[in-house]
Nanobody, 124 residues
């Protein structure tokens, strides 16, 4: 099973930007579709964005469309989430995970092997 670890979280002001990274162990990263999910205080985990194995197809939750960009570099076993125009509502622990069940509107239960997460706090 692929081991994932996120980094790049922190405290930012509303309207600011942040880039999260997800590094996978081993050399099988390129075989997997991947995604980002988040869990805000008092809420269930929710889907944020997903990317296909080669990076040619992306899916975004409506709440982040136009603001977040998902990408990957398979040679570096790394996936990224560029977050722009951050809002206080984006405050959450962000996790990367393997996208197991593929559908047009992903659900949190479509993902496995979640990383421990990195915390993003957006101040007003």
């Amino acid at each position: 099973q692929v081991q994932l670890v996120e980094s790049g979280g922190g405290l930012v002001q509303a309207g600011g930007s942040l880039r999260l990274s997800c590094v996978a162990s081993g050399r099988t990263f390129g075989r997997d579709s991947m995604g980002w999910l988040r869990q805000a205080p008092g809420k269930e985990r929710e889907f944020v964005a997903a990317i296909s194995q080669t990076g040619g197809s992306m899916i975004y939750a409506d709440s982040v469309k136009g603001r977040f960009t998902i990408s990957r570099d398979n040679a570096k076993n790394t996936m990224y989430l560029e977050m722009n125009n951050l809002k206080p509502e984006d405050t959450a622990v962000y996790h990367c995970a393997v996208h197991i069940v593929i559908r047009d509107i992903p659900r949190d239960t479509d993902f496995r092997s979640w990383g421990p997460g990195t915390k993003v706090t957006v101040s007003s």
